[in-house]
């Protein structure tokens, strides 16, 4: 079942310079950054009005949001989707036609987050992930 936005991600080449130019613009500090090795990434985590804006910004040149980032440059990756349930989701919307990026959902970050994407060819373009905290 999906419940809500949880969060809207922001690709950045520079996750440090990022960072001090979001922390300007809402006068505040990330409430997490960490290392999401499992996806090539690092993140900075911000929360404002109930909505989480995640900076990510690549690990290294064979991360696949450095693919993203040369082809695309900076700004809007992905929204992600609250799930209750996410492998019941994933067989819904596969039951539905659309194409799932991790049939199985995987495992990330420091808490545990099972994710997996909804491919963009599906939804004009953009990338959705689906994620159960």
Known sequence: MIRGIDHIAIAVKDLDKAVNTFN???????????????????????????????LIAPLNEASPLTKFLNKRGEGIHHIALKVKGIEDVINSLKSVGFNVIYEKPKVVGKDKRKITFIHPKNLHGVLVELVER
């Open 24 to 54: 300007k613009l809402l006068n505040m500090k990330p409430s997490i950054i960490e290392e999401v090795s499992e996806e090539g990434v690092k993140v900075a985590m911000y929360t404002l009005g109930g909505i989480r804006i995640e």
